[in-house]
């Protein structure tokens, strides 16, 4: 098991690695389906009905099961059929590593080189440092927003420390 979404209270996402997502009934302990991915994957996310995916940089192909795509310098919004929708890059982001959604469709996104946590809205039009390294972060590497307690966690890779933030919505 490498990461973990919640999908509903009785039900999580459980990606394996390489190819494979099970669907888990975590009151019955049992698997309810398996998702086939086609390459490795390093992030999961859960939000309106779409599970997202990330693939690392070197599987670099626009298929996947959501809506969310992320490489270490660009995040994409794409149709469920893979269609790049929008493309978020700026040159200050070089090592986007996790990812995950609120309820109103906001990414947030962790950056392991600068210490940082970004939000960039629905439409990928506007985007802001949210957390930085004066709050705690050194190489962000966990991240969960919870939507219904409206909170954001976020862990460190180096310390392990974990930090939950009140996120209130502004990004324009």
């Not at 389906?33 to 939000?47: H, P, V």
């Not at 059929?81 to 990414?107: A, C, H, I, P, S």
Request: charged letters at 25%; aromatic letters at 12%.
């Amino acid at each position: 098991m490498y990461y973990i979404t919640e999908i509903d209270s009785n039900t999580v996402a459980v990606s394996c690695g390489y190819n494979t997502i099970l669907i888990i009934n975590i009151s019955t302990r049992s698997i309810t389906s398996t998702i086939k991915t086609s390459g490795y994957c390093c992030g999961i996310s859960y939000n309106d009905n779409n599970l997202r995916y990330r693939y690392p940089r070197h599987y670099s192909r626009q298929r996947q099961v959501g809506l969310y795509r992320l490489d270490i310098t660009s995040i994409y919004c794409c149709s469920l059929d893979g269609k790049v929708m929008w493309k978020f890059k700026k040159d200050e982001f070089q090592d986007l590593t996790r990812v995950t959604t609120d309820n109103e469709g906001n990414v947030y996104v962790t950056d392991e080189r600068t210490h940082t946590v970004i939000v960039v809205s629905d439409d990928g039009k506007h985007h802001r440092e949210l957390l930085t390294e004066s709050d705690g972060l050194n190489r962000p590497w966990g991240i969960y927003f919870d939507k219904k307690e409206n909170v954001l966690l976020v862990c460190n890779e180096r310390d392990g420390n974990a930090f939950l933030f009140d996120v209130i919505k502004k990004l324009t």
